[in-house]
C-alpha cells in the first residue's frame, strides 16, 4: 500500500471512531466499505487506459487533510462577484454550508432541500435508495475516497409534479486557512415524475491556496422529468478539482449536463449519464478554456440502455500556453437499446505552440438499429476568417477576439436563462482579456 | 486612385502574376475576365492583403499611398474592399455584432461618432432592402447556413455599408440565377458614383449587361493581353479566351 494510502486510511479509522459513530449504521458501513475499497484500489496510475494522460503525482505526494475546523471569514460583500440573478443561493465555505449567506426563500415549501451532512445523520428513506448507487464506489478511486469521506453538500429532492421556475445556485467557495486541505463535498438531486429544476453547481477559489476538492454528484430523474444541471469550475489556480457527475435517466426524461472549466491546475472532470428508461434524452456540453500548464481532463459517458433514447454531445475548448487538455467521450448503445440517436462532436482551439489536447472519441454499438455520429477536430484559429474579419477593417486583436467569442458563444448559447448566461459571458470575457494571442 | 505596376506575384514559389499594370480612376468601373488559373483571384486577394501571396516585384498605390505595406485592416480603412469569390463561414460570429464593430472602426477611423446599436438597426436596415435581404439574418452567424446567393448578396451588403472607394469584386456573380445577378448588379449600380472605382472580376460577360463596364481587359496565365470598351466581352463571350494570344502582352 503506497505510503499516501495508508495516511488516509489512518485518518478515517480516527473519525469513524468518533465523528461518523453519530451517523446511522447504515450510513458508517458504507463509508467502511468505501475505504476498504479505495485501500484496495489506491490511486490510479498511468498505467490504467482511463487515467493514462493525467499524471496524478500532485495528489499522491501530498497529503491532503481535511478541513481544520477554523473557519474563513466572508462577508456577503465578497459574493457579490458570484451572485446570479434571479436564483436561489446556497453556499458552502470550505466543505460546510454556511445558512447566513444563502437565500432558499420559500422553496422549502415545494421541495426538500438540506445540506447533505445533515441529510446523512437525519437518514432520509429518500437519500437512502440512491447513496452510492448511482455514483459507484467499487470501481473509481476517488468515489470511493469521498464516499467515505464524503461531508457536506447539497441534498435536493424534488417531489413530483413541482417545476421549480428559479434556478437554485449552489455556490462552493474554498479559501481553506490552511494550504493542502481537501473537501470531499457530496450533493444528490432527485427530480420526481412531470418535476422540473435547473441546479447551477459553480466552484470558486478565492484565494491563490492549494487545495483539493473531490466531489461527488449524484442525480436522478424519473419519468418526465427535468434536469438543467449547469457546472461551473473557477477553481483557484493551484487548486486540483476531481469530479464524478453521474445521473440516471427514466424514461421519457431529459436532462442537459452543461460544464464551464476555467480553472484549477489539474482536472478530472467524469461526467456519466444512463439512459435507462425509454425515449429519455441527455444533452451534454462543454467549454474549456485553460492556459499556462494547466491540466484539464473531461471523461464522459452517455450510456444508452433503452430504446428511443436521444443524446448529443458538443465539447469544445481553447488551450493556450503549456495547457493540456484530454477529451474522451464514450457513447456505449446496448443490445436492447434500438433506435437510438447518439451525437457527439469534439472541437479544439490550439493558440499556442505549447498547447495540446488528446481527443479520444469512444463509440460501442451492441443494438442494430441506431444512428451514431461523432467527430473531432483540433486546431488553430482559421487563417481565413481572420482575414475575413480583418479585411472588413478590424484590427488583428478584435478579429481574435470575435472568432475566439464565435467558437465558445456556441457552447453559451445553448443556456437559456439569460442571468446565466451573462455570468458565464462575463467568465468568458475575463478569460479571452487576460491572454495573449 | 488605383494603380498597379508591373506587379509580380508567387504562390509557395510558383509565379502567378507576371507583371500587371492597371491605373483605376475615381467613377470608372474596370471589368477583368479571364479563364480559371489566370489569376483574377490572386489580384483581388493581393489588393485586399492577404499574406501567403508574395509580391516578388512592382507595387499597388492607393490615393499615393503604397498599399502593399498596409495591414488588411489598414486597407479596409483607407477605403479598400474585396468582395470573397468564397465568403468564409464563422461559425457562432454573429453578423449585426460582426457588422457593427466593421462599421464603428471605419467611423472612428473617419473621425465620426460610433453608431449605437438602435442607430445601427436604422442604418443596416435601410442597406439590406437594398440587396432585398430579410431581417431574420441579422440574427444569424457569419455566413453560417447561407446559400450561395445569400453569401453574395452579403458581400454586397458589406460593401454597402462600410462604403469603400475602391471595390474589387472577386466573381460575386458566380453561382447566381438570373434573379441573383439582377439583385447584386443593382445593389452595385445604386453605389456607384464619381468618387468610387471599381473592379469586376468575373468569369461570364452575363453581370456586365447590367453594369456597363468602361474598360474590360482580360487576364490569362497571369498577365493582361487585351484591354479593350465593353464591347471586348462581347466578344470574349462569343469567340472564348483561346483567339487571344498571350505572347502579346500590352501595356493597359
Redesign the interface.
Known amino acids: 500500500m503506497l505510503k499516501i494510502v495508508k495516511q488516509y486510511a489512518d485518518e478515517f479509522r480516527n473519525l469513524d471512531n468518533g465523528h461518523f459513530s453519530t451517523e446511522p449504521v447504515a450510513i458508517q458501513n458504507i463509508r467502511i466499505s468505501a475505504m476498504e475499497r479505495f485501500t484496495e484500489l489506491g490511486f490510479p496510475n498511468n498505467k490504467l487506459e482511463e487515467w493514462k494522460n493525467t499524471n496524478l503525482d500532485g495528489l499522491t505526494k501530498t497529503l491532503f487533510k481535511l478541513p481544520s475546523g477554523k473557519q474563513t471569514q466572508i462577508t456577503p460583500e465578497t459574493i457579490v462577484p458570484f451572485s446570479i440573478e434571479g436564483t436561489h443561493r446556497l453556499v458552502i465555505l470550505n466543505g460546510k454550508y454556511l445558512p447566513e449567506l444563502s437565500n432558499l426563500d420559500n422553496l422549502l415549501t415545494t421541495i426538500e432541500i438540506k445540506n447533505f451532512s445533515e441529510a446523512l445523520t437525519d437518514d432520509s428513506s429518500l437519500l437512502a435508495p440512491y447513496l452510492g448507487k448511482i455514483a459507484d464506489y467499487t470501481n473509481h478511486p476517488f468515489v470511493a475516497l469521498n464516499t467515505a469521506f464524503m461531508d457536506d453538500g447539497i441534498f435536493i429532492h424534488v417531489p413530483d409534479n413541482q417545476i421549480i421556475e428559479n434556478p437554485i445556485h449552489l455556490l462552493y467557495i474554498s479559501s481553506p486557512t490552511d494550504e493542502n486541505t481537501v473537501f470531499h463535498l457530496r450533493n444528490m438531486i432527485i427530480v420526481g415524475v412531470n418535476s422540473e429544476i435547473t441546479i447551477i453547481e459553480d466552484y470558486v477559489g478565492l484565494d491563490n491556496k492549494k487545495y483539493f476538492t473531490n466531489v461527488v454528484t449524484e442525480m436522478a430523474v424519473k419519468e418526465n422529468g427535468t434536469i438543467h444541471h449547469i457546472k461551473i469550475q473557477q477553481e483557484s489556480a493551484r487548486a486540483h478539482h476531481i469530479s464524478t457527475l453521474q445521473v440516471h435517466l427514466d424514461s421519457a426524461s431529459s436532462v442537459s449536463l452543461d460544464s464551464f472549466i476555467v480553472g484549477s491546475s489539474m482536472t478530472r472532470n467524469d461526467i456519466s449519464a444512463i439512459l435507462n428508461g425509454e425515449g429519455a434524452d441527455c444533452k451534454m456540453n462543454g467549454l474549456v478554456l485553460a492556459k499556462d500548464s494547466q491540466h484539464i481532463d473531461n471523461h464522459t459517458i452517455l450510456d444508452h440502455a433503452m430504446p428511443h433514447g436521444t443524446s448529443s454531445e458538443l465539447f469544445k475548448g481553447i488551450y493556450t500556453g503549456k495547457a493540456h487538455g484530454i477529451f474522451n467521450g464514450r457513447i456505449i448503445v446496448r443490445k436492447n437499446a434500438q433506435k437510438t440517436d447518439a451525437r457527439q462532436t469534439n472541437k479544439n482551439l490550439l493558440l499556442s505552440d505549447s498547447a495540446l489536447v488528446n481527443s479520444n472519441p469512444q463509440l460501442e454499438i451492441y443494438a442494430d438499429d441506431v444512428k451514431c455520429t461523432h467527430g473531432s477536430t483540433t486546431g488553430q484559429l482559421e487563417e481565413e476568417a481572420l482575414f475575413y474579419l480583418r479585411s472588413r477593417g478590424l484590427d488583428i486583436r478584435t478579429a481574435q477576439a470575435l472568432l475566439l467569442h464565435g467558437f465558445a458563444d456556441q457552447i453559451l448559447n445553448k443556456i437559456s436563462n439569460l442571468a446565466i448566461k451573462a455570468y458565464l459571458q462575463s467568465i468568458l470575457s475575463n478569460w479571452l482579456s487576460g491572454i495573449k494571442t | 486612385m488605383l494603380e498597379i505596376k508591373n506587379l509580380h506575384v508567387s504562390v509557395e514559389g510558383k509565379p502567378i502574376l507576371k507583371g500587371i499594370n492597371l491605373t483605376v480612376n475615381a467613377g470608372e468601373l474596370h471589368a477583368i475576365m479571364g479563364p480559371n488559373g489566370s489569376g483574377k483571384t490572386t489580384l483581388a486577394q493581393v489588393i485586399?492583403?492577404?499574406?501567403?501571396y508574395e509580391v516578388t516585384d512592382g507595387e499597388i498605390i492607393f490615393d499615393g499611398k503604397n498599399l502593399l505595406k498596409m495591414?488588411?485592416?489598414a486597407?479596409?480603412?483607407e477605403g479598400v474592399?474585396?468582395s470573397?469569390q468564397y465568403?468564409?463561414v464563422?461559425?457562432?460570429?454573429?453578423i449585426t455584432?460582426?457588422l457593427k464593430?466593421?462599421v464603428n472602426?471605419?467611423r472612428k477611423?473617419k473621425g465620426l461618432e460610433e453608431l449605437d446599436a438602435i442607430d445601427f438597426l436604422t442604418f443596416i436596415k435601410e442597406k439590406m432592402r437594398l440587396v432585398r435581404m430579410d431581417e431574420s439574418y441579422l440574427s444569424r452567424?457569419?455566413n453560417d447556413g447561407f446559400s450561395g446567393g445569400e453569401k453574395k448578396r452579403n458581400e454586397i451588403l458589406?460593401m454597402l455599408v462600410?462604403e469603400p472607394r475602391m471595390s474589387v469584386l472577386d466573381e460575386t456573380d458566380s453561382g447566381l440565377d438570373i434573379d441573383a445577378v439582377r439583385i447584386v448588379a443593382n445593389g452595385l449600380n445604386n453605389f456607384r458614383s464619381k468618387e468610387r472605382g471599381f473592379l469586376v472580376i468575373t468569369h461570364y460577360q452575363r453581370i456586365l449587361g447590367y453594369i456597363d463596364p468602361d474598360y474590360v481587359h482580360v487576364l490569362k496565365n497571369g498577365r493582361i493581353i487585351k484591354s479593350g470598351g465593353k464591347n471586348l466581352a462581347l466578344e470574349l463571350e462569343e469567340k472564348g479566351y483561346s483567339w487571344l494570344v498571350e505572347e502579346q502582352p500590352i501595356e493597359a
Do not use: C, K
Open positions: 485586399a492583403g492577404r499574406d501567403m495591414t488588411p485592416e486597407r479596409a480603412l474592399f474585396m470573397f465568403p468564409v464563422i461559425p457562432g460570429v454573429n455584432y460582426f464593430t466593421a472602426a471605419m477611423h452567424s457569419v458589406q462600410l
